[in-house]
Nanobody, 125 residues
């Protein structure tokens, strides 16, 4: 089993920044990728960003490209999401997820095996 704990969410004004963290524990030796998804009220969970656990491949949703940066610290089993120039439409619960298997893409929740409980990000206008 893998446990994921997100932190760093909060309330910020439009144009501001937040840094989310996701710490993994448990069976962390066979990660293939870690990612972030978000879900706004009344909407489906959507892909935000993903990073492969080895190598340098990163992926971003078009809506966050150029504003968000994903990074990882393998020694700490932690992934980060630096969010800059936040917009009100970024308001959502942000979820961290782990994929244990290789996929050609990681844009769908079904590609991930473990999930955190989420952290709320609210951007005021």
């Amino acid at each position: 089993q893998v446990q994921l704990v997100e932190s760093g969410g909060g309330l910020v004004q439009a144009g501001g920044s937040l840094r989310l963290s996701c710490a993994a524990s448990g069976r962390t030796f066979n990660f293939n990728a870690m990612g972030w998804f978000r879900q706004a009220p009344g909407k489906e969970r959507e892909f935000v960003s993903c990073i492969r656990w080895s190598g340098s491949s990163t992926y971003y949703a078009d809506s966050v490209k150029g504003r968000f940066t994903i990074s990882r610290d393998n020694a700490k089993n932690t992934v980060y999401l630096q969010m800059n120039n936040l917009k009100p439409e970024d308001t959502a619960v942000y979820f961290c997820a782990v994929s244990q298997y290789y996929h050609t893409n990681y844009y769908y929740p079904s590609s991930f095996d473990y999930w955190g409980r989420g952290t709320q990000v609210t951007v005021s206008s």
